[in-house]
C-alpha cells in the first residue's frame, strides 16, 4: 500500500509542477501554443519519450 500511495503522491507532485509551469509561461508570454496544442510537434519531444520509456522500463523492473 505504502509504494502505490507514493506514487499517487508522486504523480499528484507531477500534476501540479506541470500546471504551475504552463500557467507561468503562459503569463509570462513563452508559452509555444502550437506545440501545446498539438498542432507540430516540440523539436524534443522524440528525445524526452525515449528517456521517458527507459526510466518506466527501470522503474517496473525494481518493482518487481
Known amino acids: ?3 502505490i500511495a507514493d506514487m499517487a ?3 499528484t507532485n507531477v500534476v501540479g509542477a506541470a500546471a504551475a509551469t ?3 509561461a503562459a ?3 513563452q508559452l509555444d ?3 501545446y496544442n498539438g498542432e507540430v510537434e516540440a523539436p ?3 528525445a524526452v519519450w525515449a528517456l ?3 526510466l518506466l522500463r527501470q522503474n517496473l523492473r ?3
Open 1 to 3: 500500500i505504502s509504494s
Open 9 to 11: 503522491r508522486t504523480a
Open 22 to 24: 504552463t500557467l507561468v
Open 27 to 29: 503569463t509570462e508570454g
Open 33 to 35: 501554443r502550437a506545440v
Open 44 to 46: 524534443a519531444a522524440e
Open 52 to 54: 521517458f520509456k527507459v
Open 62 to 64: 525494481h518493482m518487481k
